[in-house]
């Protein structure tokens, strides 16, 4: 019997216009200090958290849930302090220096079978890395993380995963936090990028709530339901 696949959550943060960041070398704080809170606790009620390989190489983030008191709730209930961290990367082009490998508990990357080898003399085992095959399935990643136990997954961008996740209909959830401001540069990344989404325009998403979080709206919605 096939493994249960997780119950994958994308969250992202971005502008009324889109964005997910500006195009300047320093990060966009997009969220404000209570949504950090919130995507705060949302990690430590999740099994994994994922990532794209652009994103570690642009932002270089810890993915760390930050409060001591929800860690230690945590290994009260019989979990890892933290959630496992999970990456993809095609290229498998995954500096050892990142923040994401030295912070946090177990870590785990999947790549082709022809980046693994380069990538696992990389990482020299700071982290598992998984061959997939000739290129990074998401349902085969799903389908792996279900058989280690991964009940709930957190997708935390960047904008390739979250579109690839949403046009291949593999999100259960969506919840964007949307800021009070616009970015309006070309070059800055976007929330997700042209697709061929299921349902085309005329597909119309579940809301599931709609909350005001400091100075962002939480919008969340039910990606593979449609009110047509």
């Known amino acids: 019997m096939a ?3 997780p119950y994958v959550l994308l969250s992202a943060a971005m502008s009324i216009d889109g964005y997910l960041d500006d195009a300047s070398p ?25 990532v794209g390989g652009n994103t570690l190489r642009r932002d270089n983030p810890r993915l760390l849930v930050n409060s001591a008191q929800r860690r230690a709730a945590r290994v009260a ?57 000739d290129s990074v399935e998401l349902g085969t990643v ?10 709930r997954l957190m997708v935390e961008g960047g904008s390739s995963v979250h579109t690839q996740f949403l046009a291949q209909g593999l999100a259960d959830e969506l919840q964007l936090a949307v800021a009070p401001l616009l970015v309006g540069q070309p070059a800055a990344p976007r929330f997700v990028g042209a697709a061929d989404f299921p349902g085309g325009p005329t597909r119309r998403m579940r809301l599931l709530e709609a909350r005001t979080v400091g100075d962002v709206v939480l919008l969340r919605y039910a990606p593979k339901e449609s009110t047509l």
């Open 3 to 5: 493994p249960r696949r």
């Open 26 to 50: 320093e990060r966009l704080l997009l969220s404000d200090p209570a949504d950090f809170d919130r995507v705060d606790e949302l990690r430590a009620s999740c099994d994994a958290v994922l």
């Open 77 to 133: 209930a019989g979990k890892p302090e933290y959630p496992l961290k999970v990456t993809l990367s095609a290229s498998g082009s995954l500096a050892a220096g990142l923040n994401f490998w030295h912070t946090g508990g177990a870590k785990l990357a999947y790549t082709t079978l022809a980046s693994a080898p380069r990538l696992q003399v990389e990482l020299g085992g700071l982290a598992e890395v998984v061959g997939t095959g």
């Open 142 to 151: 799903l389908d792996d993380l279900g058989a280690r136990g991964v009940g």
